[in-house]
C-alpha cells in the first residue's frame, strides 16, 4: 500500500480514536520510511568507496563535464 494511502488512514483512524488502526498505520510508515532510509545509506556506502579509489578515471576532454585547462 503507498505511503499516501498510509498518512490518509492514519488520519482517518485517529479521527476516529482508533488506536490499533493508527498503531498499524504508523508501523507501516515507519517500515516504509526505513526502507528509504536503506536507500540513501546504501549511496552512501557506495560514494565512501568510490572516494576511497586510489585512481580515478580519465574525464574526455570533449566530456561537457571536463574542466577547462
Known amino acids: 500500500m503507498p505511503i499516501e494511502e498510509q498518512v490518509n488512514l492514519l488520519g482517518i483512524a485517529k479521527e476516529k480514536h482508533d488506536d490499533l488502526a493508527m498503531q498499524s498505520a504508523l508501523f507501516r510508515i515507519r517500515t516504509h520510511a526505513m526502507s528509504l532510509s536503506s536507500f540513501f545509506d546504501s549511496i552512501v556506502e557506495d560514494s565512501e568507496i568510490i572516494l576511497r579509489l586510489e585512481t580515478w578515471p580519465e574525464i574526455p576532454?570533449?566530456?561537457?563535464?571536463?574542466?577547462?585547462?
Not at 576532454?61 to 585547462?69: A, C, I, K, V
Open 61 to 69: 576532454e570533449d566530456n561537457p563535464g571536463h574542466p577547462p585547462f
